[in-house]
């Protein structure tokens, strides 16, 4: 089997993969729902619409684009109160994108938060700076799972999709990678369960922040890199 282009750059979804911040994204849907419905629907019904935009997100629960404006606003006011509380770096995150940053790789941000929490998030998981894109809805006409912001972060940072990964924890992650011929990374540590995540398709599921060493590690060995990442997760 003929080798595939090394990685020279890693995309990463920001929250559920890089920040923990499913609290703070429901705390939010609650009270955006309470607020305007009356009540809050199942939180299932909002995490399957994890990656995509809140604009895109509401509009699934409001009854008129009148309403859909006033529920963005009143999630983003709440969002805005208690955002810097409640989100904060998975564990090994910073000490892995350190390493990679490190190892010459060029990383960039594919998100569905809008520039302003965006970058506010990176800095209070200590990852600003590393970073050479930071990609958002502003940037792109059509946000995830379209592959316009993943290759729109390519030509950002001047890498051809066959050298890239792209690391997330939604289905809508995967989607948008696989569309921009990027491998794809599912992150297990976000709210997907492993049956969601495996459905959509990934090149490999990652069960760890580190994991992403791995697979660059197992590229450089000549051997391919999912078997090898299964092999090293079997053996602990």
């Not at 994890?50 to 006011?77: I, K, N």
């Not at 564990?91 to 941000?109: D, H, N, S």
Request: aromatic content about 6%.
């Amino acid at each position: 089997m003929a080798m595939r282009p090394e990685i020279r750059a890693v995309l990463y979804d920001f929250d559920g993969t890089l920040a923990d911040s499913t609290e703070l994204i429901l705390r939010c849907y609650r009270h955006t729902m309470t607020t305007h419905l009356g009540a809050a629907p199942p939180d299932e019904e909002w995490v399957r619409g994890f990656g995509m935009t809140l604009e895109s997100q509401v509009l699934r629960f409001a009854r008129s684009p009148a309403e859909a404006a006033a529920m963005v606003a009143t999630y983003r006011d709440y969002q805005l109160e208690h955002h810097d509380g409640l989100l904060h770096a998975f564990p090994g995150a910073r000490e892995t994108v350190r390493e990679l940053a490190r190892r010459g790789v060029r990383l960039a941000i594919v998100t569905s938060k809008h520039a302003g929490t965006a970058l506010r998030g990176l800095e209070l998981c200590g990852l600003d700076g590393y970073f050479a894109a930071v990609v958002t809805p502003e940037d792109v006409r059509h946000p995830k799972p379209h592959p316009e912001p993943v290759l729109h972060a390519l030509r950002r940072l001047g890498a051809a999709p066959g050298e890239a990964l792209f690391v997330g924890d939604s289905p809508h992650d995967v989607a948008a990678g696989r569309a921009a011929g990027v491998r794809t990374a599912a992150a297990l540590w976000g709210p997907f369960p492993h049956s969601v995540l495996e459905a959509a398709g990934p090149d490999v599921l990652l069960h760890a922040q580190h994991e992403v060493l791995w697979l660059l590690d197992a590229q450089a060995a000549g051997a391919d890199e999912e078997d090898a990442l299964r092999r090293k997760v079997a053996a602990g």
